[in-house]
């Protein structure tokens, strides 16, 4: 929880009639959104949701309270609604006005802004400014977008103030947001390639394992074990070509169609970060996990790489074979070593027909 979190909780306990058009509240059981003054009892904390507009809340599928009546409601002080109007600013992330500018725009001193701001919200500009950035990755990773691109487009300049400010309130699983609800479908396939058996698990969004054994069957089962509350099915069908595509990158054959192979990862904020980053090495190449680390913007993380890159779940479609010791040796690997080294042999030695078009199109 925030500290915007906890102020908004706080004002909606109190029935705190200044809260009136800062906010709105909504309540998930019922799909009703309130002013932070409704007389209705209060929902439970955990089943409120947040909303700076009314016009939010009903974006989000809220109906309005008929008892506060929270979209006939307008803000009459005038103090109130500047400092609205500044929320509004903040919240839009293609604007992003500093300190100075948003003064100016309400033809506040900056002192008197940050004061009044803070009475009003129960938080400071910056704080307010971080909870914001956080929500809009929080929404976009609902709606599936991909961690990076969520955090790009949610006003962050880079991934490492996204860490800085903003992964902690996310909470330390960003993608927990994407698993969905109980009753996910996963369809998996699996085939015979060179270097054992492959097994292949999908959703409807993408691809959410790739697993290299001995043994299908054993694969399989983890794969079922990872995933307890989907129902997971067989479908050879409908996951041939993505598997053929995934069975020669085993073999050393990377193609354009694979990289455009739709994932669906579960990880932490950081893990998928690093597998962001892994999807970037050009087969053919190799970095050490200190590479990897300085290129995700966390020199010194090279640790914490190297525990993402075994966490890896999708063997080849995320190359963590590509990462190997700054002395040059292969190091661990999740699907077993002597893979790696085969995979490693292929790539240097064959760069396809597939790959040199994948070359060219970039
Ligand atoms: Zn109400």
């Known amino acids: ?30 799909r009703i959104y309130c002013l932070p003054t409704c007389p209705s009892r209060r929902p439970r904390r955990e089943n409120i949701a947040y909303f700076p507009t009314a016009a939010d809340a009903v974006a989000a599928g809220y109906r309005a309270c008929r008892r506060c009546r929270p979209d006939a409601t307008t803000v009459t ?12 600013c903040i919240e839009n992330p293609d604007d ?16 008197h802004l940050r ?5 009003t919200i129960g938080v400071t500009i910056a704080a307010y400014r971080r909870a914001q950035r956080s929500e809009r990755v929080r929404n976009a990773l609902r709606r599936g977008v991909p961690v990076t691109e969520a955090v790009f487009a949610a006003g962050y300049g880079s991934m490492r103030a996204f860490y800085d400010h903003g992964a902690t309130q996310l909470g330390s699983n960003p993608d927990a947001f994407r698993r969905g609800s109980p009753g996910t479908d996963i369809a998996f396939t699996s085939i015979s390639v060179p270097l054992g058996e492959v097994v292949v698990a999908a959703t409807a969004r993408g691809v959410c394992a790739v697993r290299i054994g001995d043994d299908a069957d054993t694969l399989i089962e983890e794969i079922r074990a990872e995933f307890p509350e989907a129902r997971v099915g067989r479908d050879d069908d409908g996951l ?7 069975g020669q990158l085993t ?20 893990q998928v970060t690093v597998w962001e980053a892994l999807r970037n090495l050009e087969p053919g190449t190799v970095a050490s996990y200190a590479d990897i680390a300085n290129r995700i913007g966390r020199p010194g993380a090279y640790r914490a790489v190297a525990n993402a890159c075994g966490a890896n779940p999708a063997a080849v479609l995320v190359p963590c074979h590509r990462v190997v010791r700054s002395d040059g040796s292969p190091g ?21 027909e597939d790959l040199s078009a994948r070359s060219r199109s970039r």
């Open 115 to 119: 004061r009044v701001f803070a009475e």
């Open 332 to 352: 661990g690997y999740r699907w077993g070593p002597d893979r790696k080294r085969t995979i490693l042999a292929a790539e240097a030695a064959d760069p396809s």
């Open 77 to 88: 002080d005038p103090a109130v609604a500047s400092v609205v109007a500044v929320c509004r």
């Open 251 to 270: 073999e050393g054959r990377p193609s354009k169609r694979a990289d455009q192979i739709p994932l669906d990862l579960r990880g932490t904020a950081f």
């Open 240 to 246: 041939f070509e993505v598997a053929t595509l995934i």
């Open 1 to 30: 929880m925030d500290d915007l979190d906890q102020a908004r909780w706080s004002a909606v306990e109190r029935r705190d009639q200044a809260a009136i058009g800062v906010f709105f509240y909504a309540v998930t059981t019922t």
């Open 96 to 111: 992003d006005p500093d300190l100075a500018e948003l003064a100016d725009r309400v033809g506040w001193s900056q002192r």
